[in-house]
């Protein structure tokens, strides 16, 4: 199977326009029904489902339906075009026809408007306008072996112990110690609580992560109030500034832990640059898969990696780089690390492909001596191939963004 989607809502008409939308293509439809049939067969909504197959299969895949006593269920609906055009034939008479992008902008115009209404109007235009622009599609362009485990040799030496940093809310802890964990580290649950309370400490960590999800039930700003549990805190506050003065050790935020670390940037070595997170500029929580293009920098944990474009997940409601003026973000430019690009690989500045409205995409920076990085996007939620909603045909096991993970284990040692 190529694809599949149900018709129960809709019809068979919705599900087709549906799947066309999707692969950005045009369909050639011949109904086995009469014209005059054409329209309940289009239109029913009643049980059924279109899969897509290759030609080659066909004869197979009818074999095995109707070994499942679904033989007279199942109808050869037609085949895909290159032109764009969704055109149905029923008794051999034309009866519906138009292109892909006209079928979209209808089926999208009461979103659209509803979208308009609730969110930023700009953003809901610029998702709109895409429709009918050119679209190449999600593609990965990679500057390093994705099968390269750079950290296999120093897995079985020893395991640095990591600090899996989490506050109330957050829910990203789990996925991000298996990474670490897969990378060849000690992974230690720390809650802030521990950290305030006294039971806990940072000296004996080498690494340690901000995690992301939704801290203080994700209110705005919840990651700048878990940084103020921190600054003023005195014990929490020479605890971290002192993890972060040590030569030996690295920090990662993502998503809610970097808007907490950059937050913390007064206590971090060459991070007096990074901007504030704030709300996205849709207004809205934003949850997709996007494509990024790694920027050359000192990030240890991006080693190797400059110059290489791929997708990753991104879930955020305040991602939003802001910089005071033009001169702030000047001085910050050899800190970026990470941006988000168009599939055609443009720095993104519309939305969705950038899905905060930061300026020039950034989501990721580092600091001088590249020990601490903060991104918006999730890269623990897609180290496996099978975790990326699409990926080449070609990646198995790991997926490329794996290797921040096995980047830190090397430079630990």
Known sequence: LLAYHDRADGGLFATLCEMAFAGRCGLDIRLDVTSAEALPFLFNEELGAVIQVRHSDTDDVWHILEGAGLGHHTHLLGCLREDGLLQFQAGGKRVLEGTRTEFQQAWSETSHHMQALRDNPECADEEFARIEADDPGLSASLNFDIDDD?????IETARPRMAIL???GVNGQVEMAAAFHKAGFECVDVHMSDILAGRAGLESFKGLVACGGFSYGDVLGAGEGWAKSVLFHARARDQFQAFFERADTFALGICNGCQMLSNLKELIPGAGHWPHFVRNRSEQFEARFVMTEVVESPSLLLAGM???RMPIAVA???GRAEFRDHDHLERA????????IENDGSVASRYPANPNGSP???TGLTSTDGRVTIMMPHPERVVRAVQNSWHPAGWEEDGPWMRLFRNARVWVD
């Open 150 to 154: 750079i950290a296999a040799p120093y």
């Open 166 to 168: 989490r506050e109330q």
């Open 306 to 308: 400059a110059g290489s």
């Open 316 to 318: 955020h409601g305040e």
């Open 333 to 340: 430019r050899g800190q970026v690390a990470v941006r988000y």
């Open 360 to 362: 020039e995409g950034i």
